[in-house]
């Protein structure tokens, strides 16, 4: 990590390392397994040894991160995008690659939010040279920040669900106050929107709250069903399953062959 730019990655917590490989991964975790076994017996459709995790030398699932022949896209997200809790073959990105026929970079990240996806666009896109941007936008608040005074200085995001980053309370409570989020996550769509333009990028943006679709920028897609559909959810149980990265995949492609 030392060595690597600090724009170029995500923060993967601290139990796991870059350039890794993981039998389980944040809250898919063999504790949370054994839980849902116990509650869900059969009716869980997963085994122990159903996923493993790939973490590439920037702690993004699959592959390292290269520029390829031929046309490809960068898909953006958080847990729902990387993949959390279902095979890297069942991620939206890598069935979305499947059927365009072209290659795909998964850079969802776990936990993190649109202003992580936007310094992670700002840092990749012009590296990888793909003409394609697909983006579901993360549920909840999160908000990303540089904490230049712990070690490693890097990126760190905050959410409703965690403090452990050594914020000032009044500061914590600032960030992620549901009118500065909401400003903060348009902010963040926007610039996200002005690096495809000026690059001459197509960009589609999934956004799962109806309330906060952007009209011209953001199209709504329902919210996973996972509570009620034991049959899709993620091994973790907290994470939608295939089902319903089938559905995020096939409507990114259908709008895709919609506009080329």
């Known amino acids: 990590m030392n060595n690597i730019d600090p724009n170029?990655?995500?923060d993967i917590f601290n139990k796991h390392s870059y350039g890794e490989t993981y039998d389980w991964f944040s809250?898919?975790?063999?504790?949370s397994f054994k839980e849902a076994k116990e509650a869900w017996g059969d009716g869980l459709p997963w085994e122990k040894d159903s996923i493993t995790y790939?973490?590439?030398s920037h702690g993004f699932r699959g592959d390292d991160l290269h520029p390829v022949d031929g046309d490809s896209f960068i898909a953006l997200g958080c847990s729902f995008t990387f993949g959390v809790g279902v095979k890297e073959e069942q991620t939206w990105p890598s069935m979305l690659s499947e059927s365009l026929g072209m290659h795909g970079y998964n850079l969802g990240a776990s936990a993190h939010g649109v202003e992580t996806m936007f310094r992670v666009l700002d840092y990749w896109l012009p590296r990888l040279r793909s003409k394609h941007v697909f983006l579901?936008?993360?549920?909840g608040v999160r908000r990303e920040f540089f904490n230049a005074d712990k070690s490693p200085n890097r990126f760190y995001?905050?959410?409703a669900w965690s403090s452990k980053y050594d914020v000032h309370s009044f500061d914590a409570h600032r960030f992620l106050h549901e009118r500065e989020a909401y400003i903060s996550k348009r902010r963040a769509l926007y610039a996200i929107k002005g690096l495809c333009d000026v690059s001459n990028v197509t960009l589609d943006i999934l956004e799962t709250d109806k309330g906060e679709v952007i009209d011209g920028l953001t199209r709504h897609i329902a919210k996973p069903n996972f509570e009620n559909d034991c049959d899709d959810r993620g091994r973790d149980t907290m994470h939608p399953g295939p089902k319903y990265n089938v559905k995020v995949s096939r409507d990114?492609?259908?709008t895709f062959k919609q506009y080329k």
Request: net charge negative; charged share 30%; aromatic share 4%.
């Open 8 to 10: 170029s990655c995500v």
């Open 136 to 139: 579901l936008v993360n549920p």
């Open 54 to 56: 790939r973490i590439n």
């Open 27 to 31: 809250t898919d975790s063999e504790e």
């Open 252 to 254: 990114f492609e259908r």
């Open 157 to 159: 995001t905050l959410t």
